[in-house]
């Protein structure tokens, strides 16, 4: 019997593993999963344990322009790449972020095509123990989650779920390019991130506080409010109400190091964009 009942759940698991992928879908122009979708993304997820996400990618149905739903595309996978994470499923250090917008062929139904398609493998492996007829399965997934991402998203959480009224969050790998308010695309997760936070937590309200280093005028406040306005109209053209914002450059007038910096790192640390917990 207890040999019947492994060859059962070995069988199971088979049939399971042998998909790999699942589809989340949207309403039109939102970038988080519908109602039916988050049902079904909780059912995946008992079975996500020993998965590996290694690829996501976003559609779009073909009203408005080509380069609105490609952002729009690109929104959605990277909110179900925070999702993905926010619940712990094992992220693939090469994974792929991939967005299409209408660029594929169109099903007839425009329904079918605002969706997110996440391809994943199974990190399962099976042992015979001992020579014996019982049946051991063993989940491969380390147990050390690497994937910053991961590690960047929980924290983000975590830091505003034990913050008080009054904290202030430093937004981490939120770099720009040199001189320009415009986020390299590595850091553009971590906006996805912070949306994805305002969005679990509809009563939370945040000012968004924009530094920069090596400027020897504390004055000049022009860069980082530059910085700071464009995490607020990210958030705002993503559906924030602005009642729940607000943004103010500080130029280099606090700095977590004494100017000029010694080096990098505190260069680095002196640039940086923070939120404040206004209301939670």
Not at 4 to 14: A, D, G, K, S, V
Not at 41 to 56: G, Q
Not at 96 to 106: K, S
Request: glycine fraction near 2%.
């Amino acid at each position: 019997m207890k040999i019947r009942l492994f060859l059962i759940l070995f069988f199971y698991i088979i049939t399971l593993s042998a998909q790999d992928k699942f589809e989340l879908f949207f309403d039109f122009n939102q970038d988080i999963i519908n109602e039916k979708s988050q049902k079904d993304f909780c059912k995946w997820l008992a079975y996500s344990k020993s998965k590996e996400i290694v690829k996501i990618q976003g559609y779009c149905d073909s009203i408005d322009s080509n380069s609105y739903n490609k952002e729009l595309s690109f929104r959605r996978a990277n909110n179900v790449r925070a999702l993905l994470a926010f619940n712990k499923v094992y992220l693939s250090e090469k994974l792929e972020l991939v967005a299409l917008g209408e660029d594929f062929q169109q099903l007839k139904n425009q329904s079918d095509n605002r969706k997110v398609v996440v391809y994943y493998k199974d990190k399962t492996s099976i042992k015979k123990k001992n020579d014996a007829d019982t049946l051991v399965f063993e989940n491969t997934q380390a147990k050390d989650l690497a994937v910053n991402e991961i590690k960047n998203t929980v924290s983000l959480l975590e830091k505003v779920n034990r913050a008080k009224v009054g904290d202030i969050i430093k937004l981490e790998n939120l770099n720009f390019y040199f001189n320009s308010e415009k986020i390299i695309r590595e850091s553009e997760p971590i906006l996805s991130d912070l949306l994805q936070v305002l969005k679990m937590n509809p009563q939370l309200k945040i000012y968004i506080y924009g530094h920069i280093c090596c400027n020897s005028d504390p004055n000049d406040v022009k860069l980082s409010y530059r910085r700071s306005k464009f995490v607020f109209d990210f958030l705002i053209r993503n559906g924030i109400a602005t009642s729940r914002l607000g943004h103010r450059g500080f130029g280099s007038s606090r700095p977590i190091f004494a100017l000029p910096e010694k080096n990098e790192t505190e260069r680095i640390a002196n640039r940086r964009v923070e939120i404040l917990v206004v209301k939670k």
